[in-house]
């Protein structure tokens, strides 16, 4: 059974960083481009990054120069470092996992990142 269990979400002040991880089991992890996603209230869900299993990263051009992305693939885990976080990064936040042969998805449970003052 796939499973896909994020942590570290929260309240941030704005320009303040926070750290998500994302720890995966039931995958076979090096076959995964693993990535993270998020939805804001009233938006569409968007993607935020994404790496390969080779460590090619993607991102958004919203959080691109702010957030990185990064895996440990001996512990099946990746994460997201957010710094200078801004109230327009409000969002629920989702770890994705994509099959690099076969394409299908797998999601957890998303975490609440609100960044207010």
């Known amino acids: 059974q796939v499973q896909l269990v994020e942590s570290g979400g929260g309240l941030v002040q704005p320009g303040g960083s926070l750290r998500l991880s994302c720890a995966a089991s039931g995958i076979v992890f090096g076959f995964y481009t693993m990535g993270w996603y998020r939805q804001a209230p009233g938006k569409q869900l968007e993607l935020v990054a994404t790496i390969t299993s080779t460590s090619s990263t993607k991102y958004a051009d919203s959080v691109d120069g702010r957030f990185t992305i990064s895996r440990d693939n001996d512990k099946y885990t990746v994460f997201l470092q957010m710094n200078s976080l801004k109230p327009e990064d409000t969002a629920v936040y989702y770890c994705?996992?994509?099959?690099?042969?076969?394409?299908?998805?797998?999601w957890g449970q998303g975490t609440q990142i609100t960044v207010s003052s």
């Open positions: 994705n996992a994509e099959q690099q042969f076969t394409r299908i998805h797998c």
